[in-house]
């Protein structure tokens, strides 16, 4: 989840005007187009692991009994008294899901086409796209295989790297095609880089303690995963504190250090705005997710908590991968 030393990550909004290398032209004029598709993108990524969240919570798993249709000879749900309410839950995720593909393939058709940008950056307009075929497929997988634990897992976690994938891309937009260049200085680069890996230890940990407590998302077998949930939930803790103890020293550079002294691929001055901007919205959600997720433990896990709690670890998956892009900068390329 790194985005240091890589074409497909993004760059710092430090520059006063975003440089873009999109001359005059048909392309020029499709570009407000692309930005707007590309922020319903990442809504739409984050609102469908709400909506599966919805489906896990309410162990509306089962609610469409096959796949693609959702009842046998039926596309749709069809009307039984005693599943209506889990078809409309599980049918709602999916019907989602077309709605997600809609987008996808605009953006295909807007950022893969724009041969004024770089080839790493229309390759990765095609990644939302391919990641929400692989979801179809993954979700079928999970329906057929009567919701096996470690499936329903991955289908929350390839929806995460979609997310990730959407940030880096949105942010991608809005910038040059040059060479990455850091806007700090190499300790920070590193600790930004630590926080980057401990992101996805805290994700993994997070869906294994969701999926051992009582809401693995199926009414029969309450605790899907066969682990202790207090010591997953536990070891997820200390993983959320290791994450905040680097955020901190994060923080502490960009906002009260400057940058390193000047060289061939670092700026003089400090951070720029919108690294600090992003940084302290970051350590807002991560303080709120922890809020959040002490109160659904000490409560007994309402619904409603670990519903909130999924939005925020998508929420924090964009602040996390927006803040690591502000912590270098593109041009554009000469000429």
Not at 272 to 292: D, E, F, K, S, W
């Amino acid at each position: 989840m790194s985005t240091f030393g890589t074409d497909g990550a993004a760059a710092s909004a430090i520059a006063p005007e975003p440089p873009t290398s999109v001359p005059p032209g048909p392309m020029a004029r499709r570009r407000p187009a692309a930005g707007a598709v590309l922020v319903a993108n990442l809504v739409a990524q984050v609102v469908i692991v709400v909506t599966g969240g919805a489906v896990r919570l309410t162990a509306s798993g089962l609610g469409c009994a096959a796949w693609p249709q959702c009842q046998p000879g039926h596309f749709t749900p069809t009307r039984h008294a005693e599943s209506a309410f889990h078809q409309t839950i599980e049918f709602g995720n999916r019907t989602l899901t077309g709605v997600l593909t809609l987008i996808a393939i605009a953006v295909v058709l807007l950022v893969c086409t724009d041969r004024a940008r770089s080839r790493g950056y229309r390759a990765l307009g095609a990644v939302p796209l391919a990641g929400v075929l692989l979801q179809a497929l993954v979700g079928g997988v999970v329906v057929l295989a009567d919701l096996s634990p470690g499936w329903v897992a991955l289908h929350y976690l390839i929806s995460a790297a979609l997310i990730a994938a959407s940030t880096v891309l949105l942010y991608r937009f809005r910038e040059g095609d040059g060479p990455p260049e850091p806007t700090v200085d190499r300790p920070t680069v590193l600790v930004a880089r630590a926080l980057a890996t401990v992101l996805p230890v805290v994700l993994i940990l997070g869906t294994v303690a969701t999926g051992s407590g009582p809401h693995g998302g199926d009414e029969d077998v309450a605790y899907r995963f066969a682990v202790d949930p207090v010591a997953v939930s536990r070891l997820h803790s200390v993983c959320v504190w290791v994450f905040a103890a680097l955020l901190t020293v994060l923080a502490y550079r960009i906002l009260r250090r400057p940058a390193a002294p000047p060289g061939p691929a670092v700026p003089a001055g400090p951070a720029g705005p919108g690294a600090r901007r992003a940084v302290l919205t970051l350590a807002a959600v991560t303080l709120v997710q922890g809020a959040i997720g002490y109160a659904q433990y000490a409560t007994g896990l309402p619904i409603g908590l670990v519903g909130l709690h999924m939005l925020g670890s998508a929420l924090l998956i964009v602040a996390t991968t927006w803040t690591l892009l502000t912590l270098r900068v593109r041009r554009a390329p000469a000429g």
